[in-house]
């Protein structure tokens, strides 16, 4: 994937977006951060919203970890130690399948 570089500006705004209020734009921009390689602070905030008390937030980050092939030991120890979901109506069986890939 070509790569273009981030201004300076636009990489300020992207870290003050970590810190939305709204979880799936965290996720989102955590994921384009990782993407340009700003790693330490995308991985802390996809291991944060990986126990997100909402399961399609935590299953938005799984994708951008399979996606983007993320193979972080610390993520993996999270993933490791998420709980099943137990709400199948919540799309819990798919949840599950992607902790326990």
Same mark, same amino acid.
């Given at each position: 994937?070509?790569?273009?570089?981030?201004?300076?500006?636009?990489?300020? #705004? *992207?870290?003050?977006m970590l810190?939305?209020?709204n &979880?799936?734009?965290q996720?989102?921009?955590? $994921? +384009?951060?990782?993407?340009?390689?700003?790693?330490a602070?995308?991985?802390?905030?996809?291991? #944060? *919203?990986?126990?997100?008390?909402?399961?399609?937030? &935590?299953?938005?980050v799984?994708n951008?970890? $399979? +996606?983007?092939?993320?193979?972080?030991?610390?993520?993996?120890?999270?993933?490791q130690s998420?709980k *099943?979901?137990?709400k199948?109506?919540?799309?819990?069986e798919?949840?599950?399948?992607k902790?326990n890939?």
């Amino acid at each position: 994937m070509l790569q273009k570089k981030l201004p300076p500006h636009i990489v300020d #705004q *992207l870290k003050d977006m970590l810190d939305d209020t709204n &979880a799936a734009v965290q996720a989102s921009t955590a $994921e +384009v951060l990782y993407t340009h390689g700003f790693t330490a602070d995308a991985l802390a905030k996809i291991e #944060q *919203l990986l126990q997100h008390q909402n399961p399609f937030v &935590a299953l938005r980050v799984m994708n951008c970890i $399979e +996606v983007n092939q993320i193979n972080n030991a610390s993520i993996k120890k999270v993933i490791q130690s998420l709980k *099943l979901y137990d709400k199948q109506e919540y799309g819990g069986e798919y949840i599950n399948n992607k902790i326990n890939f």
